[in-house]
């Protein structure tokens, strides 16, 4: 058995001791669950901070995989950095930790992060808090003219705080990400298919897309190419969660809800 792990230039007192823990006996009896599912994320306080731990699930065939590439927990360890570098707001990162067995091959992995009260975006989508709506369309032309691509960018991904009435956005599952030195390298279609997956076709992706449009400072008639492209993305989406239900119906297997497309 082999531990790796990597702290942050901003730790705190324990954290290292803390991920070689968690790494080795799970968390302890008094951190709150807050979230279940593939990963699990808890909430606990070490040296008077608060700090998210999340643990990632692995099958065996990726087990085998991260031999050799980054696992997800290094990925969003060395990303939040860079965020931050590029003055975009996500928890501030404190470590990262694998847990590897014969040959390297991964057991488990564990990403520590500061833990941020905020709520999701998809809060004030369900309420249509246009305001909202209208700073998250600033927020994602200026993560892109920074050069950032989030390839999970959904309803979940953003976090919302307020400052003095001012909506402020943090990324958050950070492990998947594109960095460019510019936006300029960033293409429009890519740019436009990053937008699509943060909510359904409706008043408020119609209401962020023209304000985006707006931000980004491109013509008017892009609002159109973004509305055909947020449509074939749905009409995608659906067709293959629709494959994905008929084979797990015809094998046995419970079907579960996705949180968002998947492109």
């Not at 590897?100 to 004030?124: A, D, T």
């Not at 920074?146 to 960018?153: A, E």
């Not at 079907?255 to 492109?263: F, L, V």
């Amino acid at each position: 058995m082999r531990i790796v792990s990597k702290t942050s230039d901003n730790r705190i007192d324990g954290i290292v001791k803390l991920t070689t823990t968690v790494l080795d006996n799970g968390v302890a009896n008094n951190a709150l669950l807050i979230h279940s599912g593939r990963n699990l994320i808890w909430q606990q306080s070490l040296s008077g901070q608060n700090v998210a731990i999340k643990a990632y699930g692995s099958s065996f065939i990726k087990s085998l995989i991260y031999i050799v590439r980054k696992t997800k927990a290094q990925r969003a360890f060395e990303n939040a950095k860079e965020l931050r570098a590029r003055g975009v707001p996500t928890p501030a990162p404190l470590s990262f930790g694998e847990k590897r067995g014969f040959m390297g091959r991964l057991e488990k992995s564990v990403y520590i992060s500061l833990y941020e009260e905020s709520y999701p975006l998809e809060k004030y989508l369900d309420i249509k808090d246009l305001h909202v709506i209208e700073e998250f369309a600033r927020f994602t032309a200026e993560i892109h003219r920074k050069g950032i691509i989030h390839r999970d960018l959904n309803s979940t991904n953003v976090r919302v705080t307020f400052d003095h009435g001012k909506p402020e956005f943090s990324l958050i599952d950070v492990n998947r990400m594109k960095f460019t030195s510019h936006g300029d390298a960033l293409s429009l279609k890519e740019r436009l298919g990053n937008t699509t997956r943060f909510c359904e076709f409706d008043s408020n992706y119609t209401h962020f897309i023209k304000a985006y449009v707006k931000y980004s400072n491109y013509p008017a008639d892009t609002v159109g190419m973004a509305l055909c492209a947020k449509q074939k993305h749905d009409r995608r989406y659906e067709h293959l969660k629709s494959r994905k239900k008929f084979f797990k119906n015809l094998f046995g297997h419970k079907s579960h809800k996705d949180d968002c497309p998947i492109n």
